[in-house]
C-alpha cells in the first residue's frame, strides 16, 4: 500500500544547458510530469518543482544520484503523508554535504536525542539559512559562467563545480 503525498525539489547552483536533458530524464524517471514549456522554464533557471503523489515522501534514488553528479545543491521537502510528519533532505554540493531534518509546521524539529547533539540548534539554523538563499541558474558554457560571475550574477561558490564532462546518462 502506497502513500503518497507532494514533495518540492528546490535547485541551487549552476548547470550547463547541455546537461538539461539528463536532469528531465532523472526528473521524469522520479514521476514528474513536464506541462508544456517547463522543459524551457528549467533552462532559463527556475528551481522550484512540484512532484505530486510521491510514495512515502522518498526522493527518488535516480534524481538524487543525477543531481549530486551535476553538483547542484538541491532540497527535497515532503509534505504530510498519513503516516508521517513532513521532512526535508538538504544537500550542498560546495561541500558534498546532506542531512534531513523533521518538521512541524514550518519549523524544523528536533527531536530530544538530536537537541542533545553538540551545536544542535546552530546546525539546523545554518540548513534552514541554506535553504533561504538557494539560487539557481543556467549557462551555455563555461565563458558565459565567467561573465555572469564578472556581474555578480552567479550563485556564490559554485563556478569551480561545473562539470567539464557530462555525467552518465540515467
Partial sequence: MSDGCTCTLTLGGILKREHVPLLVKAMKASGYRFDTGQKDDL???DRMFDFYDVNYGSLHEIL?????????S???YNDQGSEYGPSCI???ARSN???AY???GDNIALTLQEIEEPNAVEKAKEWENFAKNLSFCTVSSNHEAIAKE???????GYIDLLPQVAPAAI
Avoid: H, Q
Fill in 43 to 45: 533552462e532559463r533557471g
Fill in 64 to 72: 538524487e544520484k543525477m543531481l549530486i553528479s551535476l553538483k547542484l
Fill in 74 to 76: 538541491f532540497t527535497w
Fill in 90 to 92: 538538504y544537500y550542498d
Fill in 97 to 99: 554535504a546532506m542531512t
Fill in 102 to 104: 523533521n518538521y512541524v
Fill in 150 to 156: 564578472a556581474s555578480n550574477d552567479l550563485p556564490e
